[in-house]
């Protein structure tokens, strides 16, 4: 089966979410851009409230009722994409973009079998494969993610299957869409260590097989250093770091990124003599107010080395550190 | 040293499925015990046991020098939970102020003395005293947490159990919450029985540790041997599949 597009270079322009709140507009991206090639896995890293999952939402046209996608653009090759309009973002969905939610009992429909999640993927796709054939290309693309008793499962419910197992559906249903675009948000964050690892590994193989593009919204860095090429870092909806992982994880080039890092808890951590010695790193502060932007630097309340200009003057992207494509948004970049 | 929790062949059924299936440990007094192992593993109903909250099927579980016949509200008074959800330990229809005066009718506390402590708490806590007339919907995620935890030790317990203390916080805010824990323990010298399945944080925090499967133990013994050298196939492939941070040792 072979993809009914080519591959092809993604990119997200000057993407901003508004949502209409008691308190007034929330802005809860702002100008969000990126680029990635084709078959690359960017990581899009963030705490809560930083607007990860919205802009993956945003892509699809899936906001809530009361959010407004203002400004944006997703470019695929040489097709560009007014995220703005919901007539183009309800043409993506299934399309050229699938997603993959964190719970896939929630996204999955109770009331229809397996077989009903396949074979709507294969109704809805442009070089139809003849309803004969259905039947076993469903079972084999359950096959692929490695579920066992494939044929069984085709009737079963949601329900009936375990989390990881969902997840494993949701991704034979990408590997079925064929989308040049999979978002997939924090598809693993309900799933246990080992069911984690394995899930991570059919959706690189995913990316393998069809050649997507990977948006893996997360909070895990670890997840990212260990499966991701690229990794974009966003703090109160705005993108402040983006780079390839190998290189920010160990040059971080923003101080939000060094943060972050040094608080993630590592399994092989150097570990003081008595247990009830050992402290963890946090983050002081709180998250500026998504209702009004504070001037200048985005993270500057919160930033150990906030200096003259962070006060007034909004960060550009300078270069991360001596590699191409390195960005980071802070003054002491400037500095060199 | 004392023991603080024994619990001697624990079985918990329901129906014919063993949650919990013959567990067998001690948590010496004023230490840190963590128990770790996947979702369905039955460590949520053990502790719910230790808490007087679950009938064992079979088997005994002794806290310090308390009769075993002894009712759960004097259980409540040695020891107390904070859950894995704190927003739904807290009553949804009382303020944080009214959730905290059924402490004092648990301990016969006068209003005034309850309402001292209370604020003494709240510093402590690094609380804004504001939060105490917020209902739990209008609280963050660690927040809630962290009055959840004021709750607890408001009954000034002598052992805390912690179940998931740190899941759903980001990690920018999670360290908060357990250097707060490390505190107690050194301050106060709390028993602290910590589940959870994040392996990194229990191997620091622990200083005895038991890995749980399918409602048995597998494995138990010092958190360094424990987390660094398992004696278990499964023990060993749950630390492989955690994702690392290769970057973090250049780091620090």
Redesign the interface.
């Known amino acids: 089966m072979k993809p009914p597009w080519t591959r092809s270079r993604i990119a997200i322009e000057d993407l901003s979410v508004d949502f209409a709140t008691p308190a007034g507009i929330a802005h809860v991206v702002r100008n969000f851009s990126m680029e990635a090639e084709s078959g690359r896995i960017v990581g899009i890293v963030g ?2 409230g930083s607007g990860k999952s919205t802009l993956g939402l945003a892509i699809l046209g899936l906001l809530a009722a009361n959010g407004r996608t203002r400004s944006g653009a997703l470019i695929i090759g040489d097709q560009r994409y007014d995220l703005t309009r919901t007539d183009v973002t309800a043409k993506l969905r299934g399309g050229r973009v699938a997603m993959i939610f964190q719970d896939p009992l929630s996204s999955l429909n109770p009331v229809f079998s397996i077989r009903s999640h396949l074979y709507e993927i294969l109704r809805r796709l442009p070089s139809a494969e003849s309803a004969g054939s259905w039947p076993i290309v469903a079972e084999t693309a359950l096959a692929s993610v490695g579920i066992d008793h494939p044929r069984q499962r085709l009737d079963q419910y949601p329900h009936e299957l375990s ?1 990881g197992m969902r997840q494993r559906v949701a991704i034979a249903m990408a590997l079925l869409a064929r989308p040049q675009l999979l978002i997939a948000d924090e598809p693993t964050t309900a799933l ?3 069911i ?2 394995q899930v991570m590994k059919e959706i690189r193989k995913l990316r393998d097989t069809i050649g997507c593009t990977i948006l893996f919204i997360t ?5 990212v ?2 499966h991701c090429d690229d990794i974009a870092v966003l703090y109160a909806g705005e993108k402040i770091e983006h780079g390839r992982v190998s290189t920010v ?2 040059v971080p080039g923003h101080p939000y990124t ?14 003081g003599p008595a ?9 002081p502060g709180e998250l500026p107010d998504p209702h009004h932007r504070p001037n200048g630097c985005i993270f500057k309340s919160r930033c150990e080395f906030a200096f003259e200009p962070c006060a007034d003057i909004i960060p550009p992207d300078y270069p991360g550190s001596g590699e191409p494509g390195h960005k980071a948004r802070c003054h002491l970049r400037a500095l060199g | 040293m004392s023991v603080a929790v024994e619990i001697t062949d624990a079985v918990v059924r329901f129906g014919e499925l063993p949650a919990v299936n013959g567990v067998t440990f001690a948590v010496p007094e004023g230490s ?1 015990f963590g128990v770790v192992g ?2 369905g593993s039955g460590k949520t109903t053990l502790m719910r046991a230790i808490l007087g909250l679950q009938r064992l099927t079979t088997g005994a579980i002794a806290v310090s020098n308390l009769d075993k016949n002894a009712h759960v509200r004097q259980r409540a008074r040695l020891i107390q939970a904070i859950f894995q959800d704190p927003a739904s330990s807290l009553s949804p229809r009382r303020s944080i102020r009214q959730s905290l005066a059924e402490v004092g009718e648990l301990l016969d506390e006068p209003n005034d003395s309850l309402a001292n402590r209370i604020s003494v708490m709240l510093r402590r806590l690094g609380l804004s005293s504001s939060v105490i007339d917020k209902y739990p919907y209008q609280l963050s ?1 660690g927040q809630a947490r962290r009055v959840a935890l004021l709750r607890a030790l408001l009954v000034k317990p002598r052992i805390l159990i912690a179940d998931e203390p740190t899941a759903g916080l ?7 919450m ?2 707060l824990l ?1 505190e107690l ?2 301050d106060q010298n709390l028993t602290l029985i910590v589940v959870s ?5 229990v ?5 005895y540790a038991a890995v749980m499967f399918r409602g048995k133990l597998v494995e138990q013994g010092l ?2 041997n424990v987390f660094d050298a398992p004696s278990t196939n499964y023990m060993r ?3 492989q ?12």
């Open positions: 705490e809560s989390g246990d260590v080992t984690e690892a909070h895990s860095l670890g997840l250093a260990q994880a160990v060094s943060a972050l890092l040094a608080c993630e808890v590592s399994i092989d951590q150097q570990r247990a009830r010695e050992n402290r963890f790193r946090v983050i | 840190c996947e979702s995620g980001d990690v920018s805010i999670q360290g908060d357990l250097n490390q323990r050194r399945h994040n392996l990194a944080v191997r620091l925090v622990a200083d958190a360094e492939q749950l630390l599949a955690w994702p690392r941070l290769h970057a973090h040792a250049s780091l620090s």
